[in-house]
């Protein structure tokens, strides 16, 4: 309950610091009494990135018990007092005015990324016999669909080409326990959390990354991931499950699979990755979308307008 606690406390402490300012964009967290007087006494916009109370209902315990009723209880309040209402996706947006039950300013803004520090992913040519995949994510949660992937690998193993899959994260000792239980303990390599050179040496490797597979799991049909984003700054392909407002249908590395419950058909992994390799300029084209669509320079002089608007 500590951790439940430190919103109301973070906002009971900048209360006074935030009368500096003009105007604060803020991500949506716990609701309080404590932040609804912020915002009815200050210019807040707030950003969100997913269907709370959907994504609430997949966690198990106290702590979203309470967070539950405090999003029933001010949710809609504060957001009706908001001077404007940042969704990620356009259909979390609507989710959010609908919550609200009146016309707010509202904006979708995807994830940006920053490209310094990330490098360009020399191209890893697959050459049909070894195709090595990662997926990373801070945790595994149930919305990132690993058990989807996990289903597809044990129906593939044994067959040609071999697949190595990399997790990058952390994992539940449920999760690595089904791992072996799968028989997958050959095919799948797991790293814990990295950074910095680590991160890179894994990627450089990898032939394909994994993107969010199960977001349907949180009512949603759209995100905007900051891992795929990454992938895109890399130049690494990859698949998902889901459309991204900022990511076109066609693009040629990018490989939607269905939004279900069925596992991961390796096949089209396998075929995808073929493909991908016949593309010599993939990587620095990827590099370029990333630039000119996906910086943090081009989204933050969007917000910027939409906030200087709504004061």
Not at 45 to 59: M, Y
Request: charge should be positive; charged fraction near 25%.
């Amino acid at each position: 309950m500590q951790e439940a606690l430190l919103p109301f406390l973070v906002w009971s402490k900048l209360k006074n610091i935030l009368s500096e300012y003009s105007a604060v964009v803020t991500r949506w967290t716990i609701p309080s009494q404590t932040f609804l007087n912020v915002v009815r006494r200050q210019t807040v916009f707030t950003e969100h990135h997913s269907k709370e109370l959907e994504e609430i209902a997949l966690r198990r315990g106290l702590r979203p018990f309470v967070r539950r009723i405090l999003e029933k209880k001010y949710g809609s309040r504060i957001l009706r007092a908001t001077h404007g209402i940042i969704g990620v996706t356009d259909e979390i947006r609507h989710y959010e005015l609908n919550r609200a039950g009146c016309k707010q300013p509202s904006l979708v803004l995807p994830n940006g990324i920053s490209l310094e520090g990330i490098p360009l992913k020399p191209p890893s040519v697959f050459n049909g016999k070894s195709l090595q995949l990662a997926f990373a994510s801070s945790q595994f949660s149930p919305w990132q669909g690993l058990d989807r992937l996990l289903e597809g690998l044990r129906f593939w193993h044994g067959r040609s080409p071999r697949l190595t899959l990399h997790l990058i994260g952390r994992l539940t000792p449920a999760q690595e326990a089904t791992i072996r239980r799968m028989g997958l303990a050959e095919m799948v390599r797991i790293h814990g959390v990295l950074y910095g050179n680590d991160l890179d040496k894994v990627l450089a490797d990898c032939h394909l990354a994994i993107g969010s597979l199960a977001l349907h799991r949180k009512v949603l049909k759209e995100a905007c991931a900051l891992k795929v984003r990454e992938y895109i700054a890399r130049g690494l392909p990859f698949v998902v499950s889901h459309d991204d407002p900022d990511l076109p249908a066609g693009l040629p590395w990018v490989l939607k699979i269905p939004a279900d419950e069925s596992p991961v058909e390796i096949d089209a992994l396998v075929n995808f990755a073929e493909d991908v390799s016949q593309l010599p300029s993939l990587a620095k084209e990827m590099r370029d979308y990333a630039e000119k669509k996906l910086s943090w320079d081009v989204k933050m002089k969007r917000l910027a307008k939409f906030v200087q608007d709504n004061i």
